[in-house]
Structures are given as structure tokens and as C-alpha cells.
């Protein structure tokens, strides 16, 4: 299984990247987050593997590597969808869009209709990346604590920065 592959951007083209490995040249399917960012370095890879096709997915951080993993789990959702829904949104905001269960920006995404963007919000529910500010997590389990819905404290917690004690401070403003 590949992990990771480290080498030079040989050619970008049609939203894929042909990187070359120690004189081997692999096309790597890549979200238009990573594609606008490539460049020579390391890239995280998912290999997908069906009877007629051997095709690897390649993103510049583990979160959207993470983001895609955890949606081609999904019932009715393959890798084109997967990586058009990482094409829209980075991880933070993909969490983002699931706590505040936003349905709407959801089926802004090519091929996800009304009935799709449901189930994965439902079934995403839980899906956290590491990338997001510790502070903002100890917020929302500190709100969580008090009682408060997570739908809820993201939307007060939306743009809010600084120390838990800050973000709770105003969090609290915002929810009362």
C-alpha cells in the first residue's frame, strides 16, 4: 500500500498531477484545493482499487486525506463525489458545514442532491480534523458541558480567536 509519494511535479493538467518519483511518473486525482497549492514535496495518497481500474488520490495534508477517507465510507458516495466535496471545502469548513448542519452549502456541490447532502451530514456528524484550533475545541466541549447545542456554539463561535477563556467569554454573549 502506498502511504505517501515524494517527488517533483512533472506536469498539472485537467485536475491531476503527474509526479515524478525517482524517474516514475504517477497521475495522482487531486481536489482543486491541493492542484492550486501543488508544488515538488510530499503527498498523501489514498489508492482506490476496482476490478477494471487502479487510480491514486493525492492530497497536500492529512486532514483532506482524512476528509476523503472517511467520505468514500459512505453509502452512495464515490471518489468523484468525495473529491469534488473536498474541491469545495477545506477540512476546517467541512466541519464547520457539518456542525451547523448546512444543508444548503452541501448541495452546492456537483452530483450531491437534497437526499445526499442529509446522509452525510447525518453520518458525518462526528468527523473532526486535527488542523482545527485547540483553543476552538476546548470551547466547544467547555459550551457542550454547560448544556449548550454544538449547532448552536459554532455559529457563536464563528470568526472568534484568542484564549479559551476569551472565546468562551464571548461565545457566551453571542449564545444569551
Known sequence: MIAALRGKIFEKENGKILLDVNDVIYELNVSLITFSKASDGVYYITEIIKENEYSLYAFA???????????????????????????????????????????????????????????????????????????????IMALENLGFKKADIIKAISGLSGSVEEIIKEALKRLH
Open 61 to 139: 495534508d492529512k486532514d483532506e486525506k482524512k476528509m476523503f477517507d472517511s467520505l468514500i465510507k459512505l453509502n452512495g458516495v464515490g471518489p468523484k463525489v468525495a473529491l469534488a466535496i473536498c474541491s469545495t471545502f477545506t477540512p476546517s469548513e467541512f466541519v464547520e458545514v457539518i456542525n451547523s448542519n448546512d444543508i444548503n452549502s452541501l448541495k452546492k456541490v456537483p452530483g450531491i442532491g437534497p437526499k445526499s447532502a442529509k446522509r452525510i451530514l447525518m453520518e458525518m456528524g462526528d468527523f473532526e480534523v486535527e488542523s482545527v484550533n485547540p483553543e476552538i475545541n476546548q470551547a
